[in-house]
């Protein structure tokens, strides 16, 4: 059975009042097709520590994957936070771990380790959480990059595990992915690139003895025609040009030296790929996550994602506009996907 993702911006720019954050949550709520929803992180974004939680007590049936930078906050606490939101929510919790790719964002936080070393101090982070998880007695760890004395939670996940969902191109990110993450996310390539990444790291897993599952992150630019698709996408496109020079679109920055930025970006080339896999926004937003898309009709998009299931990708986090978000049009397609792929 394929899954349904999609994201959701805990406050747009410039909203100071959560009224329409209610009204988004619950409409997602209201979903018959998402499975789960990703709250993301940045150091200039609403802190989804508030978020979640808030988003939780909102909804029933919404599950969350809460995106989380190793480096914040220490494991055992963030262990304890985890634990609780997990407990609270019913259940209805997984994290994206992300170690950043943007240097900036990160000193922002007064994060200023080097890149080399992000998954390994992430890979040490996750072993504590899990121990602190898990552990039947209190412990004491004494790593490389975190210290800590007789951990022990009183309130514990309730099924001792909180779901672990990342991505990463690097070799550190596929050793860390494959030794450690339940769903590794990809964002979307062609379908010759995104083979070669699934069966990258399924190679990886195997030699920790593991299986991960995977899935793919695209938006979606739906019409009844496929001319009337690219006239949503191209006015999408007008949008981002036109606010060039403002914050109101996340892009990368030129800085950001990240393998997996740099393999979008070099899809970019060709503005088309395979039958309707469009690269126009990711070379516009810099490679930023989050902007391939399809365009075309339901069924030329379905068959396209179709594809990408018979390769192994068993979740798809959809979004489509502007923002790459959740959008009511693409119930029907969310409904179709877990029909019929």
């Known amino acids: 059975m394929v899954d349904v993702f999609t994201g959701l911006q805990p406050l747009e720019i410039g909203e100071d009042n959560p009224a329409e954050l209610i009204r988004r949550a ?21 802190h989804n520590h508030a978020t979640a939680p808030f988003l939780a007590a909102l909804t029933d049936k919404m599950s969350l994957i809460v995106a989380h930078r190793p480096g914040v906050i220490h494991p055992t606490a963030a262990a304890r936070y985890f634990a609780t939101l997990d407990v609270l929510s019913g259940g209805r919790l997984a994290i994206n771990l992300v170690t950043g790719g943007s240097d900036k964002d990160l000193h922002r936080e007064g994060d200023y380790l080097p890149k080399s070393e992000r998954y390994t ?20 760890h004494h790593g490389e990059y975190y210290t800590a004395e007789r951990v022990h939670l009183l309130t514990r996940p309730l099924h001792r595990h909180v779901p672990i969902f990342m991505g990463g191109e690097s070799d550190a990110a ?26 990258r790291v399924r190679a990886a897993a195997e030699g920790y003895g593991r299986a991960v599952d995977f899935s793919l992150s695209l938006r979606l630019f739906i019409g009844d025609t496929d001319d009337e698709a690219w006239e949503t996408a191209r006015a999408v496109e007008r949008t981002i040009v036109e606010a060039q020079g403002t914050h109101q679109f996340l892009r990368s920055s030129t800085t950001d030296k990240s393998v997996g930025r740099e ?8 503005e088309l790929h395979d039958d309707c896999f ?32 018979d390769l192994g990708v068993s979740a798809f986090l959809i979004s489509t506009g502007t923002e790459a978000a959740w959008h009511p049009s693409l119930e029907n397609v969310a409904h179709r996907i877990k029909k019929e792929l």
């Open 26 to 46: 619950q409409e997602l709520n209201e979903s018959e097709a998402v499975d789960r929803v990703l709250v993301g992180y940045s150091s200039i974004w609403p």
């Open 121 to 140: 101090r992430a890979s040490e982070y996750l072993d504590v959480m899990k121990a602190a998880w898990s552990a039947p007695e209190a412990f004491d």
């Open 278 to 309: 469009w690269t126009g926004l990711v070379k516009l937003l810099g490679g930023f996550a989050n902007s391939a898309a399809l365009v075309g009709t339901e069924d030329r998009i379905l068959e396209s994602l179709a594809k990408y299931r």
């Open 263 to 270: 393999r979008q970006l070099a899809l970019t080339s060709e």
């Open 174 to 199: 596929v050793d860390f992915g494959a030794s450690h993450a339940d769903t590794y996310m990809l964002w979307g390539e062609p379908l010759a690139g995104t083979a070669e990444r699934i069966e």
